[in-house]
């Protein structure tokens, strides 16, 4: 009986999971386009709702919430269900969504798209060969075999994320790095624009009037053919008529100019609302927490830099082990083992919480960026994809995060996996990411007065 109530809480978690999903899919990735494959808005649904149920499950596990048989078999068939999604059902249908987008593949779709997830296939299992991922103990049909793979790639999704979002973070709340601009500047700025644009019509207009006048004279119609028309046209010319080429020319640089000049405009309205913004309560809050985060970021790095050179990944869940800290530095009374249970839960909470809002924002933004009518569905796809496998990753690194007593549901479930491998290799990408981000964020930041004075 409390096998069945316990499945009750779950699957009334999933359809609410589900639901969200398929709001978030309406209201906020297609509401500018029509959805035509309601198949894509199921499996994106789906897929957000047993991620989702992982970290619910995280949760039950620090709060006791259900029973241990209960929680380890809904384990097994959230990780199973995600692994069919990631490996064969989301890779197959964005194979024949891509298919189906080739007219001359129209009648062979289904094939061409078999093909295509044969492919994919192919290359994500030579993905674990290079890696020690995995116990040799392992059939080749097991679950290790596909998790082990599919946490290489979330995890390297989620460092290369994090990285550029540890740097960025403080970039872009804390007011030193805004340049100084003016109102002056922006009139400026604005007037050469005006010119320029001038200018185009006034070339546009010479172009326009030069037609009109070989029109009139039956130069248009009466144009010389052949090779022997092709020379006499290029060695003579009609006295007073216009360069037209040369006048085009200069209009195509003209126009390129004029899309600088708005983009240079827009972005100086956009750093001077950032400098009002910065002067408000809110503003200054948001410096301050950028110089909190720059903090993060360095020893951050620092961090990752010791763990590598030093090949070290932490036993203990690093609540446990600061509350260890504290107590013998204070030499005080204290129940860690209570205490770090609760502030697992908070911590672990938090994480789970800013992963999802985080990722759908960056996903919302990228799907913005790139996507069209035609490829939506695609790229809704492989957002999905990314979605699961970034979630499948995070349970293989939060559960570093939570005290030892709760991780042993979620190691028998996961398997015989080498997880002190994917610390490391976050580590790795992690500063591979960060260092490249300082790098970008140093030039751009460099480059842009530069740009401005060219302009």
């Known amino acids: 009986m409390s096998f069945l109530i316990d499945s009750s809480i779950m699957v ?66 959230n990780l199973c269900v995600i692994l069919l999604i990631l ?45 020690p991922i995995l116990s040799p103990k392992h059939g080749i049909l097991s679950i290790e075999q596909l998790i082990s793979r599919v946490g290489v790639i979330g995890v390297t999704l989620m460092a290369l994320l994090s990285g550029f979002g540890a740097v960025n973070c403080p970039y872009t709340y804390m007011s ?7 109102d002056a500047d922006i009139l400026a700025l604005e007037r050469r624009l005006l010119q320029t644009m001038d200018m185009i019509v006034s070339k546009k207009k010479r172009i326009a009037v030069a037609h009109r006048t070989m029109f009139q004279r039956g130069e248009v119609h009466n144009k010389p053919t052949g090779f022997w028309g092709m020379i006499k046209s290029v060695t003579t010319s009609v006295a007073g008529s216009e360069n037209l080429s040369l006048i ?53 790095i ?6 590598i050179v030093f090949d ?12 260890e800290i504290t107590v013998n530095y ?61 979630f499948v990753s995070s349970v293989l690194l939060i559960r570093m995060s939570m005290p030892l007593e709760y991780r042993t549901i979620i190691t028998e479930v996961l398997g015989e996996l080498q997880f002190n491998f994917y610390h490391r290799w976050f580590d790795v990408i992690f500063l591979v990411s960060a260092l490249s981000s300082i790098l970008f964020l140093y030039l751009a930041h460099k480059q842009a007065p530069e740009k401005h004075m060219a302009l």
């Open 12 to 77: 009334t978690s999933q359809v609410l999971f589900f639901g969200f999903g398929w709001l978030f899919f309406m209201r906020q990735l297609f509401k500018d386009y029509e959805v035509r494959q309601y198949v894509v808005q199921v499996i994106f649904s789906v897929t957000f709702a047993f991620s989702c149920t992982m970290f619910e499950l995280i949760i039950f596990e620090i709060l006791g919430v259900l029973n241990s048989s209960s929680r380890y078999f809904h384990w097994k068939l």
């Open 248 to 300: 085009q020319q200069e209009v195509d640089a003209l126009e390129e100019l004029s899309r600088q000049l708005f983009l240079e405009t827009a972005d100086l309205h956009a750093t001077k609302e950032r400098i009002e913004y910065s002067k408000t309560f809110q503003g200054k809050y948001f410096n301050v927490l950028g110089y909190f985060f720059s903090i993060y970021c360095v020893w951050k």
């Open 176 to 182: 030193y790095f805004l340049r100084n601009v003016t």
């Open 312 to 323: 070290r990944v932490g036993k203990t869940d690093p609540v446990t082990r600061g509350i």
């Open 302 to 307: 620092f961090m990752a830099t010791i763990n």
């Open 87 to 131: 490996v064969f059902m989301v890779p197959f249908y964005i194979g024949y969504f891509v298919v189906s987008n080739i007219r001359l593949l129209h009648r062979q779709k289904l094939l061409f798209a078999c093909l295509l997830w044969l492919t994919f296939m192919y290359f994500f299992w030579k993905l674990g060969d290079p890696f």
């Open 330 to 390: 204070l030499g005080i009374q204290f129940d860690v083992k209570f205490w770090s249970q609760h502030i697992s839960f908070i911590l672990v909470g938090i994480i789970i919480v800013t992963s999802i809002r985080g990722l759908l924002i960056t996903l919302t933004k990228f799907f913005y960026a790139i996507s069209s009518s035609k490829s939506s569905n695609v790229i809704v796809l492989l957002l999905a994809q990314i979605m699961g496998m970034y």
